[in-house]
C-alpha cells in the first residue's frame, strides 16, 4: 500500500504514536528502504534551532527547549596515510585533545579572530550540533539563526550561511553578535533609547550602541581571550623561560589573571607546569596575581581603547542615554577580575556584567528565533 506523505502524517497522528511502529508504515517497503520518501515529513518534524557560533565556544539553542549543547568549537581530525581527513571528536572531547595529538591527529579551532579559518571543519562542526539537536538519524532539514561578529564582510557572512547549508540547514537567518548579545541580555534594544554593549568573546570584542532595534555604532577589535592567552604563554616564555600550553595559559587567565589590581589577592599565586627552554625538560614554576595582570595589560588596553572609541563616537543624544544607563558587558571575556572595575575607572560610567555573561548571544539568538516579528527586523540578508 503507498500512501502520499502528507497523508502519512495524517495518519499517524490519527493512530497516534511512532511512525515506525505503525502498521501502515510496516506495509510499505518502499517507506523502509526509500529515505528520500521522508523527507516531506522530516521537514515538518525539524526542530529550528540558534547558534552562537563563536571562536572559543558554540551554544545551541533549540526552540521549545532551550540551551542543549555549549562546547569548544574544536575538532579533532585523523588523517591516513593517503592523507584523507575523517572528523573524530567535536567539542569537549576534541578540546582535551589540544596540544596532546599525535602526529596523524590534528586538534583544529577552525574560527579564528571572529570568522571563520577552516570552512570544511567549520561545516563538519555545525553538522554535528545540528545532528546533536535534530538526533543522529533524522535528515531534518532546520531553520537556523546563526550570530556572527557585526563587522564581517559579505563575502564571510555568506561562508558561515554556506557552512550551515552544507551542515544541514534550510534556511539560514544571520544576526549581529552584539545585537544578540544585547536581546540575551535584557537590554531595551527596540526602544528609542541608547543601550551601549560590550562583548568580549575568545577571538572578538564587539562594543556596540544599539537603539531602535538598529545598531547605530560598532567597533569590533581583535583582541579578547585568545590574545589575553597569547600574552601570558609570551610573559612565561620571555621570563622565566618555560613553555607552556593555549591550555595551561587559559588556566591561569581564569585562576589568577585580573584586569584591575585587589588589594587582597595580590599575593595569590599559582603553580603552573611546562618545558624548561634552557634544559629542555619538563618543570614546574610559581607565578602571581600581580605579575599576570602586568603580562596581560596589552590586551586588556586594547578592549578599553576599543570602548574609549566607540563612546567618542556615539552620536551626542545616545552618549545622553549611556551616561544614564551605562555599559552592559557579556561574552566570557566579561568573566576576567576586575575588568568591570577598569572600565568603570576609565570611562567613568557604570559598568555591569549581563546575569548570564557566556550564554547571552545564544540566548538572544534564541528569542529571535522564536519572534519572527523580531527577527525580520534584525537579520541580515546576504
Ligand atoms: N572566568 C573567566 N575569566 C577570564 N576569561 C574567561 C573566564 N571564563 C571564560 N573566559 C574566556 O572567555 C572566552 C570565551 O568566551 P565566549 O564563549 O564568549 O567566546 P566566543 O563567543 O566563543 O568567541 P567570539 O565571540 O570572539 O567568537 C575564552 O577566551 C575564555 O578563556
Ligand atoms: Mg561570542
Request: aromatic share 2%; hydrophobic share 40%.
Given at each position: 500500500m503507498r500512501l502520499d506523505p502528507v497523508a502519512r502524517?495524517?495518519?499517524?497522528?490519527?493512530?497516534?504514536?511512532?511512525?515506525?511502529?505503525?502498521?501502515?508504515?510496516l506495509l510499505s517497503s518502499k517507506y523502509v528502504k526509500g529515505q528520500c520518501m521522508f523527507n516531506p515529513i522530516l521537514h515538518f518534524m525539524a526542530k529550528d534551532l540558534a547558534i552562537?557560533?563563536?571562536?572559543?565556544?558554540?551554544?545551541v539553542y533549540v526552540k521549545g527547549k532551550g540551551i542543549i549543547a555549549d562546547e569548544p568549537s574544536v575538532v579533532a581530525v585523523h588523517r591516513d596515510s593517503r592523507g584523507a581527513k575523517k572528523v573524530i571528536a567535536v567539542g569537549n572531547d576534541a578540546k582535551n585533545m589540544?596540544?596532546?595529538?599525535?602526529?596523524?591527529?590534528?586538534a583544529i579551532r577552525p574560527l579564528r579572530d571572529g570568522v571563520i579559518a577552516d570552512f570544511e571543519i567549520t561545516e563538519a562542526m555545525l553538522k554535528y550540533f545540528i545532528q546533536k539537536a535534530n538526533g543522529r538519524k533524522s535528515r531534518a532539514r532546520p531553520r537556523i539563526v546563526i550570530s556572527v561578529p557585526s563587522c564581517i564582510t559579505p563575502v564571510e557572512k555568506r561562508a558561515v550561511k554556506e557552512s550551515a547549508e552544507s551542515g544541514g540547514a534550510k534556511e539560514v537567518y544571520l544576526?549581529?553578535?552584539?545585537?544578540?548579545?544585547?536581546?540575551?541580555?535584557?537590554?531595551?534594544?527596540?526602544?528609542?533609547?541608547?543601550?551601549?554593549?560590550?562583548?568580549?568573546?575568545?577571538?572578538?570584542?564587539e562594543v556596540a550602541v544599539?537603539?531602535?532595534?538598529?545598531?547605530?555604532?560598532?567597533?569590533?577589535?581583535?583582541a579578547a581571550g585568545d590574545k589575553i592567552?597569547?600574552?601570558?604563554?609570551?610573559?612565561?616564555?620571555?621570563?622565566?623561560?618555560?613553555?607552556?600550553?593555549?591550555?595551561?595559559?587559559?588556566?591561569?587567565?581564569?585562576?589568577?589573571?585580573?584586569?584591575?589590581?585587589?588589594?587582597d589577592e595580590e599575593r595569590i599565586t599559582m603553580e603552573i607546569k611546562g618545558r624548561d627552554l634552557v634544559g629542555g625538560t619538563p618543570n614546574t614554576l610559581e607565578v602571581s596575581s600581580a605579575e599576570i595582570r602586568q603580562a596581560i595589560s596589552d590586551p586588556v588596553k586594547a578592549i578599553v581603547e576599543a570602548i574609549r572609541i566607540a563612546l567618542e563616537r556615539t552620536p551626542p543624544e545616545l552618549a545622553g542615554d549611556i551616561v544614564d544607563k551605562?555599559?552592559?558587558?557579556?561574552?566570557?571575556?566579561?568573566?576576567?577580575?576586575?575588568?568591570?572595575?577598569?572600565?568603570?575607572e576609565t570611562s567613568r560610567l557604570p559598568v555591569s556584567?549581563?546575569?548570564?555573561?557566556?550564554?547571552?548571544?545564544?540566548?538572544?539568538?534564541?528569542?529571535a528565533l522564536d519572534e519572527v516579528k523580531l527577527l525580520r527586523e534584525i537579520a541580515s540578508y546576504i
Open positions: 502524517v495524517l495518519l499517524t497522528g490519527i493512530l497516534g504514536g511512532s511512525i515506525r511502529k505503525n502498521p501502515i508504515f552562537d557560533l563563536g571562536t572559543a565556544n558554540t551554544l589540544l596540544g596532546k595529538t599525535p602526529g596523524n591527529i590534528d544576526i549581529e553578535q552584539p545585537m544578540a548579545a544585547a536581546i540575551g541580555a535584557g537590554l531595551p534594544i527596540t526602544e528609542p533609547n541608547g543601550s551601549m554593549i560590550v562583548d568580549i568573546g575568545g577571538g572578538t570584542t544599539i537603539s531602535l532595534a538598529g545598531i547605530v555604532y560598532c567597533n569590533s577589535v581583535k592567552d597569547l600574552a601570558i604563554i609570551q610573559y612565561i616564555k620571555r621570563k622565566h623561560n618555560l613553555l607552556i600550553g593555549e591550555r595551561t595559559a587559559e588556566m591561569i587567565k581564569i585562576n589568577l589573571g585580573s584586569a584591575y589590581p585587589d588589594p551605562g555599559i552592559v558587558m557579556s561574552g566570557g571575556g566579561a568573566m576576567l577580575k576586575n575588568i568591570d572595575v577598569l572600565i568603570k556584567v549581563a546575569g548570564n555573561p557566556t550564554t547571552a548571544v545564544c540566548e538572544g539568538a534564541g528569542k
